[in-house]
T-cell receptor, first 113, second 116 residues
Framework: DADVTQTPRNRITKTGKRIMLECSQT?????MYWYRQDPGLGLRLIYY???????NKGEISDGYSVSRQAQAKFSLSLESAIPNQTALYFC????????????FGPGTRLLVL | AQKVTQAQTEISVVEKEDVTLDCVYE???????LFWYKQPPSGELVFLIR??????QNEISGRYSWNFQKSTSSFNFTITASQVVDSAVYFC?????????????FGKGTHLIIQP
């Protein structure tokens, strides 16, 4: 089984809808991240979490919220989806200290109509 | 602020040629970490290498090699004897401690096409 899983893998939704993307990991890492990838722009950090009680905004947090339900679970929500949130979303994990490599899930392709 | 520049948007070579992907970074921190990731057409991100700012030794792993030069703020990636399976988008990324955010700063990626 994959160490970092994301559900759903693909999602189509309409403008104004609330949507949640979920991430689970079995690596035992304490740090988790959410990124979005847009064509030609690389990946940009949305939110990150050092542990269940520590949530931090990244570069592009507006329009998003997160929940760290457990060490192994980190969810990303779009409260009211808009078309420019159409992107590929990645969850990642890393070991304590944050100096290790970040390991990414398979990604979720989101299309907002 | 941190920045990573991958000036080569796309590179196309014929199989078995050597190819170098350039990465230039900017940071004011003295402690930082550099990474390369591979994103094949299937879309996942595969970790290739991590290097900290205190270790300028070049590294070789099979056909892959990395050249880290602090004097030019570069961390270049060379594939020797390229193969079709090397076709992917490659990202260089930077992690620092001074900016507050703990996530990676990515370059925009280089799309490498290996033609048979």
């Amino acid at each position: 089984d994959a160490d970092v899983t994301q559900t759903p893998r693909n999602r189509i939704t309409k403008t104004g809808k609330r949507i949640m993307l979920e991430c689970s990991q079995t690596k035992g890492h304490d740090r988790m991240y959410w990124y979005r990838q847009d064509p030609g722009l690389g990946l940009r950090l949305i939110y990150y979490s050092f542990d269940v009680k520590d949530i931090n905004k990244g570069e592009i947090s507006d329009g998003y919220s997160v929940s760290r339900q457990a060490q192994a679970k980190f969810s990303l929500s779009l409260e009211s989806a808009i078309p420019n949130q159409t992107a590929l979303y990645f969850c990642a994990t890393s070991t304590g200290g944050g100096e290790g490599a970040q390991y990414f899930g398979p990604g979720t392709r989101l299309l907002v109509l | 602020a941190q920045k990573v520049t991958q000036a080569q948007t796309e590179i196309s070579v014929v199989e078995k040629e050597d190819v170098t992907l350039d990465c230039v970074y900017e940071t004011r921190d003295t402690t930082y970490y550099l990474f390369w990731y591979k994103q094949p057409p299937s879309g996942e991100l595969v970790f290739l290498i991590r290097r900290n700012s205190f270790d300028e030794q070049n590294e070789i792993s099979g056909r892959y090699s990395w050249n880290f030069q602090k004097s030019t703020s570069s961390f270049n990636f060379t594939i020797t004897a390229s193969q079709v399976v090397d076709s992917a988008v490659y990202f260089c990324a930077l992690l620092t401690r001074g900016g507050g955010a703990d996530g990676l700063t990515f370059g925009k990626g280089t799309h490498l096409i290996i033609q048979p």
